[in-house]
């Protein structure tokens, strides 16, 4: 019987993530967690804690006292908002990690997962179907804290035996949180402008092709790779993952095919300049080959889906 602790349960990922896990191991099994209070639907279907994975302390004894097996540790601070606050995201990102790696070591947890990010690579990597294994030289303090994290991932897998799995995620699209601070959140916020308003101001250039991937296709792909049998995997750090590439113009041209008023202008701002560090397609070979990775959904089909329940918000006074 496997008992699983999602940390960070009240963010873009954590409020999807935590509610599939519950469908697949049960609502009881599944212990959602995170600083401040989720949506009712997660507080109050399941176990719920309030808890600061900074506090080696408090997580011992939720882990311990709840017989968890299984972590999935998603706290951090995303990239836009960790260049407003370096030293501070670098110590979240950093201690919460070790917190749980340590954790693992100590109370011989079965599986850890820990999210990456296409941020690792930096300016010399090369941009178009970025492999697996190329130069990483990130110069964001998001996207070092990656960097260094997927090294500790490695470190405790070689050293201590914690079986420690990842994804670099591309940005990621969702209808049901907000994003969380990230460089790519323009591909969410665009939908609910153009719904709400019928025109959207970007942060980014209208040529920025970055690689995305839809919700309901990262929380497939997270739970594929906890669940695939160790043997079969290859990496102990980060997987690289494509979805699917675009850019603001070319999003912005799929949303009128839906709303043909729709209009979009340009502002960039700062993370103009993180966006150009990173890749703009990524080769995932390896997790296709590893296991299985695919994907469902592209651009045209994400949009639909998009505008279709952000609409249906809308007309319910929901936004
Ligand atoms: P988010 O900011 O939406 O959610 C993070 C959650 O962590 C928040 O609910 C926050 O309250 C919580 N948290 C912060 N500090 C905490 C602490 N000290 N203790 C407990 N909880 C704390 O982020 P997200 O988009 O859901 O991302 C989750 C993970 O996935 C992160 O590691 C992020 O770097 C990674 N990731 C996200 C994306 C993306 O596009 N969303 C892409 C690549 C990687
Ligand atoms: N979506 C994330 C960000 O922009 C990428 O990790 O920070």
């Not at 979009?264 to 966006?275: C, G, L, M, T, V």
């Not at 390896?286 to 505008?307: E, F, G, P, R």
Request: glycine letters at 6%; hydrophobic letters at 35%; a neutral charge.
């Amino acid at each position: 019987m496997e008992k699983i602790l999602v940390i960070g349960c009240a963010g873009q990922i954590g409020s999807e993530l935590t509610l599939e896990l519950r469908r697949i191991y049960g609502n009881s099994n599944v212990i959602a967690s995170d600083i401040k209070p989720a949506s009712q639907e997660i507080m109050e279907g399941g176990p719920f804690e309030i808890l600061d994975v900074l506090d080696p302390h408090r997580l011992f004894g939720t882990v311990a006292r709840n017989k968890i097996t299984q972590i999935y540790h998603l706290a951090a601070i995303l990239s836009g908002n960790a260049e407003k606050k370096p030293i501070a995201s670098w110590n979240i990102n950093m201690t919460s990690l070790l917190n749980v790696l340590e954790l693992g070591r100590e109370l011989e947890l079965k599986k850890i997962f820990w999210p990456s990010s296409i941020a690792v690579f930096g300016p010399t990597t090369p941009r178009e179907n970025t492999p697996q294994y190329t130069v990483m030289e990130p110069n964001t303090v998001y996207g070092i804290s990656k960097l260094a994290g997927e090294r500790w991932l490695e470190y405790y897998s070689n050293k201590f035996g914690v079986d420690t799995r990842s994804i670099r995620y591309p940005g990621l699209i969702s209808n049901k949180t907000e994003a969380g601070g990230g460089t790519t959140d323009y591909a969410v916020e665009i939908y609910y402008e153009a719904i709400k308003h019928g025109k959207y101001e970007c942060f980014l250039n209208k040529d920025t092709t970055l690689p995305m991937m839809y919700m309901p296709d990262a929380i497939k792909a997270t739970i594929d790779l906890m669940e695939a049998e160790k043997s079969t995997l290859s990496s102990c750090t980060s997987y690289n993952i494509a979805g699917v590439s675009f850019n603001p113009q070319e999003i912005s041209s799929e949303i009128k095919k839906h709303i043909p008023n729709f209009s979009i202008s340009y502002k960039p701002d700062f993370r103009q300049a993180i966006a150009d560090s990173w890749p703009k397609s990524i080769d995932d070979s390896l997790a296709k080959k590893d296991w299985n990775h695919s994907i469902k959904y592209d651009l045209a089909n994400m949009t639909k889906d998009m505008v279709d329940t952000i609409k249906e918000k809308f007309t319910k006074g929901l936004l």
